[in-house]
């Protein structure tokens, strides 16, 4: 199991910002992609933006234009910064891992933070 270390969540007023971090830790290789997906009550998961290792990015178009996300490949880390936030914003936010590799032999797999809180009141 590779630890995936989510930091940032918390509570904030409409129009606000917040910065999430995700750090991979242990033994990689490579990860092929780093993301944030959230899920709110009562709905299914979503993507809200994805980075590859290449810079390749991928935003949900709900976020598009208020949310940045970036990668320290050197560091397995990567961050979502927030802006403009909206009460829809409200969820749990999960880092995702994309087929990480331990070794340059492994099978390459998913990991999955624990998730951080994001509120955002009105």
């Known amino acids: 199991q590779v630890p995936l270390v989510e930091s940032g969540g918390g509570l904030v007023e409409a129009g606000g910002s917040l910065r999430l971090s995700c750090a991979a830790s242990?033994?990689?290789?490579?990860?092929?992609?780093m993301g944030w997906y959230r899920q709110a009550p009562g709905k299914q998961r979503e993507l809200v933006a994805q980075i590859t290792s290449g810079g390749s990015l991928n935003y949900a178009d709900s976020v598009k234009g208020r949310f940045t996300i970036s990668r320290d490949n050197a560091k397995n880390t990567v961050y979502l910064q927030m802006n403009s936030l909206k009460p829809e914003d409200t969820a749990v936010y999960y880092c995702?891992?994309?087929?990480?590799?331990?070794?340059?032999?492994?099978?390459?797999?998913?990991?999955w933070g624990q998730g951080t809180q994001v509120t955002v009141s009105s």
């Open positions: 995702n891992a994309n087929r990480l590799k331990r070794f340059a032999w492994s099978t390459p797999n998913d990991y």
């Open positions: 242990g033994s990689i290789f490579s990860i092929s992609a």
